[in-house]
């Protein structure tokens, strides 16, 4: 049976808007083997050459120090060992058009192809497909699945990954169709025999009396030894 392998995947960045110059400064992977986190994960920081928002200090708690002496996105312990993680995989994300333009914007800058639309799961879009009306937001989707929030004092990458691996799970179907195994029913088979009722009367030979001669003859000539002879009472 084929497995199926995606990657729960997050960025944290300087800023909102790619297109306007902000970059992506920590990365977050979490492995899934038929859904369910393998417990392989990629994190990096990275330096992102600019300074970091006000707004994202506060959110992830990331601050400019903090990246002074991490490598930059081009450098093969980040680019390198980032596609080496993910592979083939599909990557899942929430609201993953914004983690999407900013991972194909940096890996535009190194001259490395694109991931294309196909290969990403919008987490988000399930949920409003799966519960319209509703809040989508993937707080709001732990909070609804009973998903701990305990360690979250910021945002992460990495955290927010291996939430998001737990949202989707649920958003597949749950831990109890993940871990659920087919009910093996054991019938016994009890099989009654009945003598086979007696014919009230005989049925006629159907031998004719030349048949019956022939079959004495042929016994005849068997000798006394003949097993009909030997055991005829």
Known sequence: ?????????????????????????????????????????????????????????????????DLKDAPPFEAPEVIDAFLAFIGDATLVAHNAGFDRSFLNMELGRCGRDPIPDDRWVDTAAMARRKFPGAPASLDALCKRFDISLESRTFHGALLDSQLLAAVYLELMGGRARAFSFEAVVETEIVEEFQPARQRPKSLASRLTEDEKAAHEAFVSDLGDEAFWKRYAS
């Open 1 to 65: 049976m084929s497995q199926i392998r995606e990657i729960a995947f997050d960025t944290e960045t300087t800023g909102l808007n790619p297109n306007e110059g902000d970059r992506i400064i920590e990365l977050g992977a979490v492995e899934m083997i038929n859904h369910i986190p393998s417990g392989r994960t990629f994190r990096t920081l990275i330096n992102p050459g600019r300074e970091v928002s006000a707004d994202t200090v506060r959110i992830t708690g990331i601050t400019d120090d």
